[in-house]
């Protein structure tokens, strides 16, 4: 039969403001970049910009032919329109309006420009518009985008001065009902202007907040992770190297007596089928944690102090001879003392399986007030060469790391081997 292979994927490419991924019927998909969407938002701006320049243009000479009385008569004189149009203020005109396209990239010098051509406007007799759209747009554009509440007030004071000087000085005739206006609709801009410039740097620091939030809360769930990623390596690793290593030495002492003494290789055998049982009861136990469909109840208790003559009678099957020594006044303990004390002990045994040689071991427990020492000494061959690339001392070392305790480690004598462990008791004096 011919074979059949799923069709390769296509690479993705990455340009220039764009990402380009896969195909879609031969026809490639080109997905906006980042530097794409700001350029087209910038380009966005800009058109809306333009559109707001040309229509302030519009107004403005519209407004320059409108005659606002005291008697409130308005009268629109075409005469009047086409010297603002055909005449040196249309210029005048152009040079306040047009310069708004580009008010977000300078904003100060735009406002500079608009109001020095609205008030030369006026200083050469043209009629002014009702109302200085282009200079109030212009200075709620500083008033937004400035951070220092001083610039923008400092703008708009500068203007109502340069009213004020013109209308003192004859060349800027200015109405007191004009100049009312005026400076009620600078000081209204300003205050909008700022207004809009403090709810959008609420809004900022409201989205910085909830990014460093979720920035923390990652981190914090990363380390979660990890600290339970160890945590259950810590637990594998108690769990194989000592049952693998309780099996292979029964596995090796019913091999050298297979032949001489069948009952004795039968009882290491089944010692060897137990241990094996506990070591699945184990591995099954941390998968059971691992799980979410299932009910706490259902999961298997963690190993106490209570097990710790089951553990020494298999290292004794096994082969090393173990005495257990209990000091002080035995009391209730914390299970997470109890879970570390018995994996240290565990440990221990099994690295006496593995490197002392024929000998002998001692567990001595020592109850204290506030705290419990777990020593484990051998008398093999102790500390020999180069130290091992294993995890069991690094593993009793992050135990006794979390409970705040004390670990030494180290031959004795120049013979055997010592582990002594000082486990805090959290709260109060037993």
Same mark, same amino acid.
């Given at each position: 039969?011919?074979?059949?292979?799923?069709? !390769?994927?296509?690479?993705?490419?990455?340009?220039?403001?764009?990402?380009?991924? #896969?195909?879609? #019927?031969?026809?490639?998909?080109?997905?906006?970049?980042?530097?794409?969407?700001?350029?087209?938002?910038?380009?966005?701006?800009?058109?809306?910009?333009?559109?707001?320049?040309?229509?302030?243009?519009?107004?403005?000479?519209?407004?320059?032919?409108?005659?606002? !009385?005291?008697?409130?008569?308005?009268?629109?004189?075409?005469?009047?329109?086409?010297? $603002?149009?055909?005449?040196?203020? #249309?210029?005048?005109?152009?040079?306040?309006?047009?310069?708004?396209?580009?008010?977000?990239?300078?904003?100060?010098?735009?406002?500079?420009?608009?109001?020095?051509?609205?008030?030369?406007?006026?200083?050469?007799?043209?009629?002014?518009?009702?109302?200085?759209?282009?200079?109030?747009?212009?200075?709620?554009?500083?008033?937004? =985008?400035?951070?220092?509440?001083?610039?923008?007030?400092?703008?708009?004071?500068?203007?109502?001065?340069?009213?004020?000087?013109?209308?003192?000085?004859?060349?800027?005739?200015?109405?007191?009902?004009? &100049?009312?206006?005026?400076?009620?609709?600078?000081?209204?801009?300003?205050?909008?202007?700022?207004?809009?410039?403090?709810?959008?740097?609420?809004?900022?620091?409201?989205?910085?907040?909830?990014?460093?939030?979720?920035?923390?809360?990652?981190?914090?769930?990363?380390?979660?992770?990890? $600290?339970? $990623?160890?945590?259950?390596?810590?637990?594998?690793?108690?769990?194989?190297?000592?049952?693998?290593?309780?099996?292979?030495?029964?596995?090796?002492?019913?091999?050298?007596? &297979?032949?001489?003494?069948?009952?004795?290789?039968? =009882?290491?055998?089944?010692?060897?089928?137990?241990?094996?049982?506990?070591?699945?009861?184990?591995?099954?136990?941390?998968?059971?944690?691992?799980?979410?469909?299932?009910?706490?109840?259902?999961?298997?208790?963690?190993?106490?102090?209570?097990?710790?003559?089951?553990?020494?009678?298999?290292? $004794?099957?096994?082969?090393?001879?173990?005495?257990?020594?209990?000091?002080?006044?035995?009391?209730?303990?914390?299970?997470?003392?109890?879970?570390?004390?018995?994996?240290?002990?565990?440990?221990?045994?099994?690295?006496?399986?593995?490197?002392?040689?024929?000998?002998?071991?001692?567990?001595?427990?020592?109850?204290?007030?506030?705290?419990? !020492?777990?020593?484990?000494?051998?008398?093999?061959?102790?500390?020999?060469?180069?130290?091992?690339?294993?995890?069991?001392?690094?593993?009793?070392?992050?135990?006794?790391?979390?409970?705040?305790?004390?670990?030494?480690?180290?031959?004795?004598?120049?013979?055997? &081997?010592?582990?002594?462990?000082?486990?805090?008791?959290?709260?109060?004096?037993?």
């Amino acid at each position: 039969m011919a074979e059949r292979h799923a069709p !390769e994927a296509e690479p993705a490419h990455v340009t220039e403001g764009h990402r380009t991924g #896969g195909s879609l #019927g031969g026809i490639p998909r080109t997905l906006p970049g980042p530097a794409t969407a700001r350029t087209s938002d910038e380009r966005e701006r800009l058109a809306r910009d333009v559109r707001l320049a040309v229509g302030v243009l519009v107004l403005l000479v519209v407004g320059s032919g409108v005659s606002l !009385e005291d008697d409130l008569d308005v009268e629109l004189t075409g005469v009047v329109v086409r010297e $603002q149009v055909l005449g040196p203020g #249309g210029l005048l005109l152009l040079a306040g309006s047009l310069p708004l396209a580009v008010r977000r990239a300078a904003p100060i010098p735009v406002l500079a420009l608009v109001a020095a051509a609205s008030l030369a406007h006026a200083a050469l007799g043209y009629h002014p518009a009702p109302l200085p759209l282009n200079v109030l747009i212009a200075l709620y554009t500083v008033a937004v =985008q400035q951070r220092n509440p001083l610039v923008g007030g400092g703008c708009a004071a500068a203007y109502v001065l340069a009213l004020v000087v013109g209308a003192l000085a004859g060349w800027a005739p200015l109405t007191d009902d004009a &100049f009312y206006i005026d400076f009620v609709s600078v000081v209204a801009t300003v205050t909008i202007g700022y207004g809009v410039a403090l709810g959008r740097a609420r809004v900022r620091m409201a989205e910085q907040r909830a990014t460093d939030v979720a920035r923390e809360q990652e981190t914090r769930t990363r380390t979660a992770v990890a $600290q339970e $990623q160890a945590r259950i390596a810590r637990e594998v690793h108690d769990i194989v190297a000592h049952d693998v290593s309780v099996m292979v030495a029964q596995a090796g002492a019913a091999r050298r007596v &297979f032949s001489s003494q069948p009952k004795a290789a039968e =009882q290491a055998l089944a010692s060897i089928e137990s241990v094996g049982r506990d070591a699945l009861d184990g591995l099954r136990r941390l998968v059971g944690l691992l799980r979410t469909d299932r009910e706490p109840d259902e999961h298997t208790p963690q190993p106490s102090i209570e097990r710790l003559p089951y553990l020494l009678a298999q290292v $004794q099957r096994a082969g090393l001879p173990v005495d257990l020594t209990i000091r002080g006044r035995p009391g209730p303990l914390p299970a997470t003392v109890e879970l570390h004390a018995y994996r240290i002990v565990q440990e221990a045994l099994t690295n006496t399986l593995k490197h002392a040689g024929p000998t002998r071991a001692s567990v001595v427990l020592t109850y204290e007030d506030t705290a419990l !020492e777990v020593e484990v000494c051998d008398e093999g061959r102790g500390a020999t060469g180069a130290p091992s690339a294993g995890y069991g001392l690094i593993g009793m070392q992050q135990r006794v790391g979390m409970l705040g305790g004390e670990l030494s480690s180290g031959s004795i004598d120049g013979h055997g &081997f010592r582990v002594a462990a000082r486990l805090p008791v959290p709260g109060a004096v037993r």
